[in-house]
């Protein structure tokens, strides 16, 4: 049966049912009733003026709000479609999970246990006057679609709002996706951070069959292109089926059987990557790593790369990638959320939208590079239980950003901002799943620094792929002694200053040394005073002009342009680092036979034998030069390819996943609401909550004595409408905020307590992922993400935040300047909140929460962040924190960590604090030396300048004389000149003396 717009009613209903469901039916009984979620949404008038359909049908219907809707759209178009509600009417999983539900469980009205909610649903249809258009069909959404293909009906529109479960969706999806004719469309609800099972699942079928994903606030769109099969849930999933069954795993829920593809999915995430960058050691490690991951079966990867372009183009870097069969992504592809975070860094925006690309892809395995933290929000997201469950999430150590600092001797540049990535970097090396180093001693740095590393590390070299042949003839031809080559980047970490100043040594002594040509190949870096390694070198060049010897600077080589020119120079290359940890240098070096000398530091000793290296100080370094041929003789290489290369591979083919823990609703949680004056908000606060997915919790609201009549007799209705819940309503004097908040936990019953506001909203899954997030962290207290918005309204589904919050967690150095903790909207257990003693009471200042977080963080107790927006926030521009003293507010918070000092770090404190200072000093220490210079310069012109006057004085002088002298025989002339010449003979005289009186100035000829 073909429908079209010529379809009837009539044609569609008498084909299910053998009599009309509307007739005989005791509508009075029934008063209308069209509780539903999301039922009005505007995408659903979109698609109808877009296709005009004849036929819809709708997958899980309930009481007919969204079904009635459609209909009311269409008439807008005057459009008269048929509408078919296909439910059993028998309510999902969530709505038998709590029998004081009445939006939920209450609403099955039940007659002895079984539903009737059917008959409300054919009572709303009447009442609205759509029974000659809506048609309910009360089987499983299965037997339906089954039905509609052996009846050969086409929709147009098919809208899926069945079932939330993972393994239904996506069987639902594809089951009517074969009902769907060419050119239809198939969309659904929830695709938001509260249901990722449906996010998850619709995402999949999209991906796996190819087809466009487009989505519309918290709706998703798939439009039907062709009349091709799409892969069921079934047959995705059989390649994996033997292999779970063979494991013994064959009763895996089929939503973690997912990750059991035959598809092993790798993504690796790095700011620095070959193609792109042409160099570096980060960039190289992952560039081969992609390149041995691919070669792997039944392996496909992709590379997201988060760092500038310093060559070529997006599109030629993603055709080049391609060849080789792997798929290269960039920030392009995780777009921003549009609107302003505080708090939000740029490492941290950065993080948020890998964590959103990751999530869309479900990748198998992730592995992340420590230097600008590009893993924390998809680290931390696991840690605390909301995404990556059964995604394997690996950090490895090369260069992060405190090492750094330590190897080029340098302050932090932004004080604030790289504490802040420092704590990023430490917290995805603490809470990945596994922390790689390619160096014993990188995990030893980390742990001595105070580091907490993840309990499953492992010590794996980096993969290496010549592209130079090692018995070429430049490889084994005579080592060219007279040419030195400093190899690595520009800067103070590589040893340049320690190279070159080793150099002048080695040129001024009196040893033979047989240097004719020096090449510096590498980047351009900084040396440690801040100065640009190309002036340094400049300089350098100058004073070895009386030494003969040939400066080459070569800085824009990639890496394998680099390798071919050590191969046939045939140079002695030198490989200086102060501090190092596995570099690649050396390992190319050695894979290429090039003759190197290194210094003993870092993982260098771990690649080399000890007799071919030198202690980093200049010292060693002038007699390494001098006797380069016996380092080069004594060298011998521990680097082994063959076992980086197993090591890698083996890690690639894990696929062992993580099953995610059941959610344990018998924990009880307190959700403990001050009230003061808040009349218009509070029942928008109540009614987000009553809408929560979790079933175990209450509510404890405190009136702290409000004084606006209005808002007292809204608290007392509230109280009433509630009172079958079990919720408490108290009212008291006034108090203030955190004497309230301490008076609502007095009164909690629940093992968690939350705190809210009573002007913010509950997202619908707030709860439940405070709970899930407590137990999979095991923290003590957890903050989280917000979204702000204006008015009295509360927010709509698609609206446009004010602003947002993503607090990172206990960054304690930066804590006493900027809150890093999270909002009051916190869930911590009732026994650590008693424990610490509750809020501080203080009415004159605000900042209560603030304190309290830092107080928290500062005594011990685990405090992490849920890195989703799970609330909203009201933005009011009366806010207390906004009226009162912002110092008055900040010195409160201050004081906290004045009683706590011996809690914190010292070094990562007066980083924060004194780097300013310290900056400040060394900036006039390098002014100083400047005028120091330019002291010296003017007096040598000031001693010129007088030597000059000086002569110019005797000679004025003796002239004047025999002038004088000569005017005597002319005495007309003579007193006319005379003025005129004693004057100059005055003027050169006061110059003189003026130029001697002010040492420090040059003076005016």
């Not at 798929?327 to 505080?342: I, K, Q, V, W």
């Not at 690639?652 to 403990?672: F, H, N, Y």
Request: net charge neutral; hydrophobic share 40%; proline share 4%.
């Amino acid at each position: 049966m073909e429908t079209s717009s010529s379809s009837t009613f009539q044609q569609l209903c008498s084909l299910i049912h053998a009599v009309n469901p509307y007739e005989n039916f005791s509508v009075d009984e029934y008063p209308t009733d069209l509780q539903g979620w999301g039922a009005d949404h505007e995408n659903f008038e979109r698609v109808i003026e877009r296709l005009k359909p004849s036929l819809i049908v709708e997958v899980g219907t309930w009481k007919g709000a969204s079904a009635i809707h459609m209909a009311k759209c269409a008439e807008r178009h005057d459009i008269r479609p048929t509408i078919l509600c296909v439910d059993t009417w028998l309510g999902a999983l969530e709505f038998w999970s709590d029998h004081k539900d009445p939006e939920r469980y209450l609403s099955l009205n039940l007659n002895s246990g079984y539903p009737t909610v059917y008959y409300q649903f054919l009572a709303n249809v009447v009442h609205s006057g759509f029974s000659q258009q809506i048609i309910p069909f009360p089987v499983t959404a299965q037997i339906a679609a089954k039905f509609l293909a052996k009846h050969a009906v086409r929709a147009d529109m098919i809208y899926i709002d069945a079932s939330h479960d993972f393994e239904d969706v996506y069987a639902d999806i594809a089951a009517y996706f074969g009902v769907l004719r060419v050119g239809g469309i198939i969309f659904g609800d929830d695709f938001d951070q509260y249901w990722p099972s449906v996010k998850a699942a619709v995402r999949l079928f999209a991906r796996i069959n190819g087809l466009e994903l487009r989505t519309c606030g918290r709706q998703w769109m798939i439009e039907k292109k062709s009349e091709r099969p799409v892969l069921s849930l079934a047959e995705t999933i059989s390649s994996a089926t033997d292999l779970l069954t063979s494991s013994g795993l064959e009763g895996f829920p089929m939503e973690r059987r997912m990750k059991r593809e035959s598809v092993n999915r790798i993504c690796i995430v790095t700011p620095d990557i070959i193609g792109p960058v042409r160099n570096g050691g980060i960039g190289t490690h992952c560039y081969y790593l992609a390149l041995e991951l691919a070669k792997l079966d039944r392996t496909e990867v992709t590379v997201m790369f988060t760092g500038p372009y310093e060559q070529s183009s997006r599109e030629q870097i993603i055709e080049s990638f391609k060849k080789l069969n792997i798929e290269f992504c960039d920030m392009e592809d995780a777009p921003g959320c549009g609107f302003n975070r505080h708090g939000c860094e740029w490492f941290i925006d950065r993080s948020l939208r890998v964590k959103e690309f990751l999530a869309a892809r479900r990748f198998t395995q992730v592995h992340f590079q420590d230097w600008q933290a590009n893993g924390f929000a998809t680290v931390q997201a696991k840690h605390t239980g909301v995404a990556f469950y059964d995604t394997l999430l690996t950090v490895t150590l090369h260069s992060s950003s405190q090492w750094v600092r330590e190897g080029m001797k340098a302050w932090p540049h932004h004080p604030l901002q790289d504490a802040m990535l420092d704590y990023c970097e430490r917290y995805v090396a603490q809470y990945a799943d596994v922390v790689i180093s390619p160096s014993e001693y990188m995990l030893n740095w980390a742990q001595s620094k105070g580091w907490k590393l993840a309990d499953e590390r492992k010590v794996m070299p980096y993969c290496f792929i010549s592209s130079t042949d090692p018995k070429s003839a430049q490889s084994n031809a005579a080592i060219d002694y007279s040419h030195l080559i400093f190899f690595g980047r520009l800067e103070t970490r590589k040893g340049l200053e320690m190279f070159t100043t080793g150099l002048e040594r080695a040129l001024s002594s009196s040893t033979a040394h047989g240097i004719k040509h020096v090449t510096f190949l590498g980047k351009i870096g900084n040396t440690q005073y801040g100065y640009d390694a190309g002036v340094h070198l400049e300089n350098l060049r100058a004073n070895l002009k009386k030494h003969a010897v040939e400066i080459d600077i070569v800085t824009d080589f990639s890496s394998i342009q680099a390798n071919e020119f050590l191969v046939k120079a045939r140079g002695v290359v030198f490989i200086c680092s102060l501090q190092d940890n596995y570099p690649y240098t050396v390992i190319e070096c050695l894979e290429n036979r090039v003759p190197f000398i290194a210094t003993k530091t870092g993982g260098i000793p771990e690649l080399v034998s000890n007799e071919a290296l030198f202690a980093p100080n200049i010292n060693e370094m002038t007699k390494a030069i001098v006797n380069r041929a016996h380092h080069i003789a004594a060298c011998s290489s521990k680097y082994d390819r063959s076992k980086a290369l197993l090591l890698w591979s083996a890690l690639g083919a894990r696929t062992e996943t993580a099953i995610k823990p059941e959610l344990d609703v018998a924990r009880k949680v307190s959700i403990c609401v001050a009230y003061y004056n808040y009349g218009k908000y509070l029942p928008q606060l109540l009614e987000s909550l009553a809408e929560s997915s979790y079933p175990n919790f209450e509510v404890v609201a405190v009136n702290d004595g409000s004084t606006d009549a209005s808002s007292v007799d809204v608290f007392n209705r509230m109280k009433e409408q509630y009172s079958n819940r079990g919720w408490q309503f108290i009212s008291k004097p006034n108090e203030g905020i955190g004497a309230t908040r301490n008076f609502a936990a007095s009164h909690a019953r629940g093992d968690y307590i939350i705190f809210m506001d009573a002007d913010n909203i509950a997202g619908p899954r707030m709860i439940e992922t405070f709970v899930s997030a407590m137990q999979a962290s095991d923290a003590d207290c957890l903050t989280c993400h917000f979204t702000a918005f204006a008015g009295d309204d509360a927010p709509e589904l698609n609206f446009k935040p004010v602003y947002g919050y993503t607090p990172i967690g206990p960054c304690l150095e930066v804590g006493p300047i900027a809150n890093v903790f999270g909002d009051a909207n916190f869930c911590i257990r009732r026994r650590v909140f008693e424990q610490l003693g509750g809020f501080g009471a203080d009415r004159t200042t605000s900042y209560e929460d603030y304190e309290f977080l830092a107080r928290l963080a500062l005594l011990g107790f685990k405090l992490d962040v849920i890195p989703e927006p799970i609330f909203f926030y009201r933005h009011l521009e009366g806010g207390f924190s906004r009226v009162t003293n912002l110092v008055a507010n900040q010195q409160r918070v201050i004081a906290t960590y004045m009683q706590h000092l011996d809690k914190l770090d010292a070094n990562r404190l007066f980083n924060v604090l004194l780097t300013p200072l310290a900056k400040q000093v060394e900036r006039f220490t390098g002014e100083i030396r400047s005028l120091h210079g330019e002291r010296t310069e003017l007096r040598k012109q000031l001693t010129d300048t007088q030597r000059q006057l000086s002569y110019y004085n005797r000679f004025g002088y003796r002239s004047t004389t025999k002038i004088l002298r000569i005017l005597d025989s002319h005495p007309g002339v003579k007193y006319v000149l005379r003025d005129s010449i004693r004057a100059v003979v005055r003027s050169g005289r006061w110059a003189m003396q003026a130029a001697s009186s002010k040492g420090t100035h040059k003076p005016a000829l």
